[in-house]
């Protein structure tokens, strides 16, 4: 939502000269010069003594610090007397958010290993507890500096650990950061370029976004956040603590403290100053979540600098605008000299509804649930692991869902249990078609490469899913080799839902084929993850998708390629194919074609047959249909603002 910081600040501090042996050494202008100790020798050298060792703390000059301020006093202070809750919030990936780049502590892999990407080539290494990367100067100085040459930066900070890490390194104009064009995915084990994790065209260059983290990604990843801009366009930033720490949660901690240290039994009358989202209203209470997980920008510009307004407790949108799709956001967003359509589309689909990870308070609000009922982030999630909870810790703080609440449960707790069981869901009780939220909570939302729950309960229409807002119905994200017009039926058969008009492709071929073959970007990632979901491939039959997801191999974007190879490794037939996603267009369509080599091969074999409905004819796919339905592919160029 923020923009690109414009200044680029030339990377001269960081970069490498030729010692006299021609080999490169790091020398950092304005901190302390390294120990003279190359790994090779193990033998430091005459002037060993006289040159103190770079670490860590080296750089704390040109990075951002924790300084707890304004009556934050940091997680630590609370451990004493909140051991369990220390603990549980220890194990949580909030904690882990932003850290410090200590080799301990790093996901990426810094052996030494070289990667290469289409624009650059990159070298990872640790040396005397430092991460660092070489990287081409052209990049570093955004392609407006000195063009030859490699730079060595030290990788400071990161981002992320549960589905991947970013890293950031000092740009010596104050505590300025610039991003490292790579990231690594924790899944796939390996570093990739950054834009390659988004729903974007291709063809974005790499850039370091200098000032980035100063200005947008502290704002949710640390607590009591201060950028501090200067006069000269650096950044001094400061933050209370880096990570989501328990006062982001529960309000500055200092005065809770004194108040139960100075406890004699006068104080006890008094009120003690911290809070419990729990015992908040449902809306204040999802207001202390919404301070991140949401879309919204602050009405007082200089509490970036001097820290935000918003505590847990108060009214959110006393501090802040909260994007909605409404006339009022429009006018905010013009006055801001924003495109409204463009930013709408980023973040939502067309029916207000939205559709990008991180955001689920916009999700919530425009919920029935939330707005008649009292349906909290807390109705499901738990943010400490509940004493009674028998789950390993690892599956707790993976979404942090308190017991049960990934069952139907959820909704039952406020839902009666009589009114919606078989005669609600018409499908078999123990069936994934009588899952709550897999009719009522799909995975329409997009974001860390995957699809996610909505988190607005709707009820799936064909009328108003796919027809208005463009977005496909529960009903096939699940059916898959159905129609829409089948839907529309049962629906219209069972709920009374209304039925409305479609297209003769509507009602000939199945959902699942028009979204890959016709969709947009976003429908395709949406449709190569569902490809995979294990409850559509038992109910539509996995062995025609492995069909599809070949195609989208050879997508445009890097994203809709990577979901849907990871869709096809859940296809035992093709569960060792080995294939890049990020290998160049030519080899890619290399691997494709042997690809379908294999699965006409598997067709021999007698298994596929006629299946008119999925475009497979006599085990073949019928090219003329297909096609034809490809060459309506939806261009529209997608980019998702996770
Ligand atoms: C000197 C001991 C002490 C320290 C340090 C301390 N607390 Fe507490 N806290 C208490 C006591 C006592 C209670 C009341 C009994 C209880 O709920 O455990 C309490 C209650 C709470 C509650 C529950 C309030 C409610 O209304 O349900 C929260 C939340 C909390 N503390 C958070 C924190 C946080 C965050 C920190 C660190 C910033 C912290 N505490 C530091 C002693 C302490
Ligand atoms: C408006 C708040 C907000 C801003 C600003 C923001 N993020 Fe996030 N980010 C989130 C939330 C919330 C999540 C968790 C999403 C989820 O788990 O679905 C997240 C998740 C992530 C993850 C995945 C973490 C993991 O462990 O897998 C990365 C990486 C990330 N953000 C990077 C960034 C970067 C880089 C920036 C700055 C350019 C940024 N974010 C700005 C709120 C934000
Ligand atoms: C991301 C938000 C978040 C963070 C971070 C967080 N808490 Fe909590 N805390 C909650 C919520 C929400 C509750 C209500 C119960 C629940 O959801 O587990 C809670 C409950 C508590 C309680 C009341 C007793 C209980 O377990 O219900 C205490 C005490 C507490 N937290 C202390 C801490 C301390 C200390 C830290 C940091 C070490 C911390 N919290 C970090 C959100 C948070
Ligand atoms: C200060 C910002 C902030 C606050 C406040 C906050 N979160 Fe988060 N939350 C994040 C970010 C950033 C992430 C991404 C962390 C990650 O996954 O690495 C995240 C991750 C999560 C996750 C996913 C964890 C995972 O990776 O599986 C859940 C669930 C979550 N938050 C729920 C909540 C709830 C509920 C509250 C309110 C009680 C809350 N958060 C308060 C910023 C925040
Ligand atoms: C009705 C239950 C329910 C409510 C209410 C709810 N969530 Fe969730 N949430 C879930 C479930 C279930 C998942 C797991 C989704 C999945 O696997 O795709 C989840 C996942 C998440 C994730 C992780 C997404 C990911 O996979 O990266 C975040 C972050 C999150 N919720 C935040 C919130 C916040 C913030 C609120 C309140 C604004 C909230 N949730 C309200 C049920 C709920
Ligand atoms: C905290 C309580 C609560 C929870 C949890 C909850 N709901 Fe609701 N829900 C309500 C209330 C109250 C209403 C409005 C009154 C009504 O229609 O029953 C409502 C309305 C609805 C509606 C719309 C009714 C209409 O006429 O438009 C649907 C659909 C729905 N809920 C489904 C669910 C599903 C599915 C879940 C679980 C994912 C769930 N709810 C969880 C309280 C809740
Ligand atoms: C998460 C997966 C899932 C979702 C979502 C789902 N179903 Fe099903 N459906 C199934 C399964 C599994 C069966 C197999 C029979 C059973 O379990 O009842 C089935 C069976 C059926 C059948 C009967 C068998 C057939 O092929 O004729 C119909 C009709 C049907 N579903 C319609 C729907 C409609 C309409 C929706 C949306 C309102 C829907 N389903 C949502 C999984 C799902
Ligand atoms: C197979 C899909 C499916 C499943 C599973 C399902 N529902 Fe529904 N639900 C629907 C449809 C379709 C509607 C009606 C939509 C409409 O009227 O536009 C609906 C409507 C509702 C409503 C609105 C009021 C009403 O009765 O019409 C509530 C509340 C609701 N469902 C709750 C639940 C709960 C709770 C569960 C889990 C126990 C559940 N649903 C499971 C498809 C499903």
């Not at 000032?211 to 704002?219: A, I, M, S, Y």
């Not at 074999?605 to 497979?616: F, S, Y």
């Amino acid at each position: 939502m923020m923009g690109l910081w414009p200044v680029i600040f030339p990377p001269q501090d960081w970069t490498p000269r030729e010692n006299q042996n021609g080999r490169p050494e790091d020398s950092i202008a304005a901190a302390p010069r390294r120990q003279a100790t190359r790994p090779d020798s193990g033998q430091p050298n005459a002037q060993a003594n006289e040159t103190p060792q770079i670490t860590q703390a080296s750089f704390e000059p040109y990075r951002p610090i924790e300084r707890a301020s304004d009556g934050y006093v940091q997680g630590e202070a609370c451990r004493e007397c909140h051991p369990g809750n220390y603990e549980s919030w220890h194990d949580s990936y909030h904690r882990t958010m932003t850290q410090l780049a200590d080799p301990a502590i790093v996901m990426g892999n810094f052996d030494g290993q070289t990667v290469e990407t289409s624009d650059a080539s990159y070298r990872l290494l640790e040396e005397d507890g430092i991460c660092w990367a070489e990287l081409p100067t052209r990049i570093l100085s955004g392609n407006r500096g000195p063009n030859a040459g490699i730079s060595r930066v030290p990788l400071v900070m990161t981002t992320g650990s549960h589905h991947m890490q970013v890293y950031w390194f000092p740009l010596a104009a104050g505590r300025t950061l610039g991003q490292f064009p790579l990231v690594y995915l924790k899944e796939a084990e390996r570093w990739v370029p950054r834009h390659s994790c988004f729903l974007q065209p291709p063809g974005d260059p790499p850039g370091i976004e200098a000032g980035r983290w100063n200005n947008t990604c502290l704002q949710c990843h640390t607590t009591h956040p201060k950028q501090k801009l200067s006069r000269d366009f650096s950044f001094d930033t400061d933050v209370a603590e880096f990570g989501i720490s328990c006062e982001a949660c529960h309000g500055p901690g200092q005065a809770h403290i004194n108040y139960r240290r100075q406890d004699d039994g006068q104080l006890r009358r008094a009120e003690d100053p911290i809070v419990n989202p729990e015992h908040l209203t449902h809306e204040k209470s999802s207001q202390t979540c919404g301070n991140c997980h949401s879309i919204t920008t602050h009405l007082q510009a200089e509490t970036r600098n001097e820290g935000h307004a918003f505590r847990p407790g108060k009214e959110l949108e006393a501090s802040r605008h909260l994007f909605r799709i409404n006339e009022r956001s429009k006018a905010e967003l013009q006055r801001r000299g924003q495109n409204p359509e463009e930013f709408f589309d980023a973040s939502f689909w067309p029916d207000g509804m939205v559709r990008v990870s991180g955001r689920e308070f916009n999700g919530l609000i425009e919920s029935p649930c939330y707005q008649q009922g009292e349906m909290s982030c807390l109705s499901c999630h738990a943010l400490h692991q509940q004493t009674d909870d028998q789950r390993d810790t690892k599956l707790w703080a993976d979404d942090q869902l308190a017991m049960d609440m990934r069952s139907d449960q959820a909704c039952l707790q406020c839902h009666n249990t009589t009114d919606y069981g078989p005669q609600h869901t018409h499908h078999a009780t123990a069936s994934s078609g009588s899952r709550c939220y897999n009719c009522h909570m799909p995975h329409t939302t997009y974001g860390l490469l995957k699809a996610i729950r909505s988190h607005t309960v709707s009820s799936p229409s064909v009328q108003r899913d796919d027809l208005q807002a463009g977005r496909p119905n529960a009903c096939n994200l699940c059916h898959l080799d159905q129609t829409l017009q089948w839907t529309a039926d049962h629906l219209a058969e069972w709920w009374k839902v209304e039925k409305p008009g479609l297209l003769p492709a509507q009602q000939e071929v199945a959902a699942g084929a028009i979204w890959t073959l016709t969709g947009d970007a976003s429908i395709r990632a949406l449709v190569a993850w569902h490809l995979g979901w294990q409850a559509a491939q038992e109910v539509s039959d996995a062995d025609w998708m492995s069909r599809y997801l070949i195609e989208l191999l050879n997508d445009p974007y890097d994203a809709v390629r990577y979901i849907a190879s990871r869709s096809l490794k859940s296809i035992p037939e093709f569960a060792s194919q080995d294939y890049d996603h990020l290998a160049d267009e030519s080899q890619r369509k290399m691997r494709q074609a042997e690809l379908i080599k294999r699965w006409n091969a598997g067709s021999a074999a007698g298994q596929r047959g006629t299946q008119p409905r999925l475009l497979i004819e006599a085990g073949r796919i019928s090219q003329g249909t297909w096609n034809s339905l490809r060459k309506l592919r939806d261009e529209t160029p997608i980019f998702l603002d996770e």
